[in-house]
């Protein structure tokens, strides 16, 4: 487990060995090379928590308040994956008895599994983030990651993920057209359309809401920082006519619709950017189709 580093990616060989590579000080679970920690799955693993990770892009630097994200592990959750059932317009905060602590505070759970779970930061989010998972009176380890408390600040690029249409977190952007029909090659959207997207990671909206809360349909609210977005190219900026939490939906999922450029270049894989305060770069390889 990474501990004051970072991590650099997770494999699991024919053996049932879990290898986690990283950066930085190593806590060892196991045997160690380097910088890759071996664990040994063939046994009963105790409730182990490996990566935390942004739902829509699995980038791991930090995390922002109420941002959807995905815990990686082992024996983390019950053997039979259990989804969340809305109830009194809320998603749990214990499910398939499993419970998620972030510094203390349960957080929402959207879906629980052995060695999966999706869950939403809560918003009062202190600036380290200390993740835990509980299984019926089984705590795991404690994984630690900063957190983004507010856009803006210096050297903050915040964990802004958006979801993409094959769950990767890279390439073509999970996005409607403005006839509600799915953005693809086969299916472009055209110039001065209006298309969306769905993002996490970008902090609580204005006005605020709570953790686990289900976005009212008809809802308007807005994200606190601005955004650039382009399609094709830096300076092809796109209009951006709402910004905010995605009605409907937990909050922490926010969505984005805008007007593709009538100038914007055209192709089955366009490159969408979309640029957060104080990135010196898209944290996501991006596209969308475009005619």
Not at 64 to 72: A, D, H, K, N, S
Not at 83 to 112: I, R, S, W
Request: overall charge negative; hydrophobic content about 45%; proline content about 9%.
């Amino acid at each position: 487990m990474c501990g004051g580093g970072g991590l650099a990616g997770i494999g699991l060989d024919a053996a049932g060995h879990l290898y986690e590579a990283g950066y930085g000080t190593l806590r060892t679970w196991s045997t160690v090379w380097g910088n890759v920690v071996k664990a040994d799955l063939t046994a009963t693993p105790p409730v182990w928590l490996a990566a935390v990770r942004n739902s829509a892009s699995y980038a791991s630097t930090v995390v922002g308040p109420g941002e959807l994200v995905t815990l990686f592990g082992a024996g983390i959750g019950p053997p039979a994956p259990v989804a969340a059932q809305v109830v009194d317009g809320k998603l749990p905060t214990q499910l398939g008895g499993v419970e998620v602590l972030v510094n203390g505070v349960p957080a929402p759970l959207l879906y629980v599994s052995s060695g999966q779970i999706n869950a939403a930061v809560p918003f009062g989010v202190p600036p380290t983030a200390e993740f835990g998972v509980a299984l019926q009176g089984e705590s795991s380890n404690v994984v630690s990651i900063l957190t983004m408390s507010a856009w803006g600040e210096a050297g903050q690029t915040g964990s802004l993920g958006v979801f993409t249409s094959d769950g990767s977190g890279q390439g073509q952007a999970a996005a409607l057209n403005q006839d509600g029909t799915l953005n693809s090659a086969s299916n472009p959207a055209p110039r001065g359309s209006i298309v969306a997207i769905w993002l996490t990671g970008a902090g609580n909206t204005n006005p605020p809401e709570t953790d686990g809360e289900i976005t009212p349909v008809g809802s308007q609210t807005s994200l606190p920082m601005f955004l650039g977005l382009y399609v094709g190219g830096a300076a092809v900026a796109a209009e951006i006519l709402y910004a905010g939490a995605a009605p409907g939906l937990v909050a922490g999922l926010d969505q984005v619709n805008f007007r593709i450029p009538e100038n914007a270049w055209t192709g089955p894989a366009i490159r969408l950017m979309l640029q957060p305060p104080g990135a010196a770069f898209p944290p996501q390889s991006l596209t969308i189709a475009v005619e």
